[in-house]
C-alpha cells in the first residue's frame, strides 16, 4: 500500500502540474514540513490515509472547518481493499463526520477493477442512500489472457528445483512479475533465482519486493523496474498487486496458489497492458504424492484451489465484499476519536454515532453499556452536567501515536547495515549475534542487536537461514471458492488444458484419494480417537465452526484452513 501511495502521489503531481493544482499527501512516511505547509495553506489535492485523517480528527480538530470546508469530492481508490475491512468502517464514518465541516456534502467516487457485487459497494459508498450511486463498468478482456500451469510432485514441502528452474527459463530475458503468498518466500526463490544467474556469469536478475523492505530501497526498485529495457524481474508478494506504475510486463508468474480471485485478476491485469500484447501468466504449484507415504486424508488442496481460482477468473467470478456488521471495535476507536475532536459528548450524540452507516447493526443501548466500561477503565469521566470527557489516561491513549491504526501493530525490529536502513523483521526471530538472516534479497549476519531500541545491525553474509516476517496472515477463501474446489475434485472428471503431465496426474491421483476416502457421500471421516471435517464452507465458516465446538470443550485443530479441521472425541 506505500508503493501505490508513493507511486500515486508522482503521478498526480505530474497530471496537476501544468493546471497549477496543488497536490499535498499527509500519510505515516511524510515529514513534518509538507504536514505544516498543508495545514498553513490547504488547496487542491489531498492524499490522505484513514490513519491520518484520524489524527487530523484528534490533533487538529479546530482546523477542520478550515481544512474542509470547500471540500467538493472523496475519490477512494482500490475500494475492494476497503470494503471488507474495518480501515473501510473507519473511513465511511470519518467522511460522514467529516460532512460537519463542508459547505456541501461532497461527491464520493469509488474505484476498483475487482468488484465482485456492485449493491454491496453501492451499500457501503452511501448506507443511507445506496440507490443514489451510479455504476460504471468497463468491460472485461479476461478471455483474452494466456495461462501456463506447471505443477510438480513433491517429497517434502520447499521449493523445488524443477520449479525454480522452469521459472527462470520462463522469466531470466522477459521483465516480469514473479509473485508470491509471503514475504519468507520471496526471499528465498530470488537467493535461488539469483543463483541461477551466477551458474551463467549472469548479474543478478531479480530483485524483492515487499513491505518489511526499507521505503528507499522499495522507491529506488519501482523506479529502476519502471525505466529499465533490459531483462528483469522483481519477486514479490501482493505489495505490487495493486495500482504502482511498473511499466510493461512481458508476464507475471504465480508461485503456489493464489490466495483470492480477485487478487489473481489484479494480478494478471498488471501484463497486456501495451497495445498489441496480451495478459500472461504462469503458475507454479507443487504437492507431495497423495498415493505414496502420505497422511491418509491428505489432499492437495492448494494445488486444487490454484486450478478453480484460474477458472473462476477466466469465467468473470471476483469474491463479493461483505463489509463487516459488528464493528464494535471501530466504534469504540470513533467514540474516542470524537470525544477528543469535540472536548465532550452527552449521550444522545455517542448515540448518534450508532446512526452512521458501519454501525447500524449495532443496537443505540449498547453505547452507553460501552461508556460505563470506559468509565471503570479510568478512560472517560462523566460530569455532572451529563457530559462525558476523557480523562488524563484517556487524553494520552487517544493522542498515542498508534490510536490512528485500526489494527495493532506487530513487534519489529529495524534491521541496519551501518547508517543505512535494510528492513524489519519480526521478533519471531531468533535475534542473536551471529545469526543468519535473509532480507531484501541479500545475506546477513547479526553483528548486533539492541533489544530496548529493537535496533539490529547487521554485515553481509555468504549464507543465512529462513527469516520471519509479521502480518502475513493469508485471505479468507470464500464459501463459494470452497465449494467449487469440492466440485471440481469430486464430481468432475475434466483437467485444465493448460495443466503439464506431472499436474495431470497430481489431479488424478487427488480425484481417486477423495474417493477412496468417501468424500462424495460424507464430510465428517470417523475415526477411533477423532473425527475429521471437511466443511467445504470457506474461511470464516471454519473458524465460526472451531470457536462452537471449543465453547463445547472440544480439542479442535485446523490441519489446513479452510480445508481440514479434527476434533478429538472426548475421553469417557
Known sequence: MKSLLNDQFQRLSGLCQSGNIAVSRWQGDIGTDERTAFLRDPRGILQITPESLETLFVHHSLKLAKLFHDLAYVVIDEMHLFLESLRGAQLICQLERLTAYTA?????????????????????LAPH??????????????NQAEFHHLHELADEPSFLPAIH???????????????????????????FLNAECGVRNLADRYSVHHGSIAKESRESLEEFFRETKQPHSVVCTNSLEVGVDIGGLDLIAQVDSPQTVAGFAQRVGRTGRRAGTRRVAHMYTQSISCLEDTPSDYLPFDFLQSMVVAELYQKGWIEPNEPPKLNYTVLLQQLLSAL??????????????????????????????ILCHLIKRDILNFLPDHRFVLTDHGTAMVKGRTFGSIFQSPVQYQVMHGHTLVGTVGHSNRIARRSRILLSGRMWEIDDFDQQTRIVQVVPAETADQTSFQGCARADVHPFVAESVRQFLLYRTDEPLNLNVSGQLALREARLKAGTLGLHHTRILNYESCWKIYPWAGSRVIRRLVLLLQSRRYDCKVIELPWRLTVRRKKR
Open 129 to 142: 442512500a445506496p440507490g443514489q450511486v451510479q455504476v460504471i463498468s468497463a468491460p472485461t478482456s479476461v
Open 340 to 369: 477528543a475532536e469535540r472536548g465532550s459528548l452527552t449521550l444522545g450524540e455517542a448515540n448518534h454515532l450508532c446512526t452512521l452507516g458501519p454501525f447500524q447493526d449495532i443496537p443505540t443501548s449498547e453505547v452507553e453499556a
Open 104 to 124: 456541501v456534502n461532497p461527491r464520493k467516487i469509488g474505484i476498483s477493477a475487482t468488484l465482485g457485487d456492485f449493491q454491496i459497494a453501492q451499500r457501503w
Open 165 to 191: 528452474k522452469h521459472l527462470f527459463q520462463s522469466t531470466w530475458k522477459k521483465k516480469s512479475l514473479i509473485f508470491c503468498n509471503s514475504r519468507k518466500d520471496t526471499e528465498i526463490l530470488s537467493k
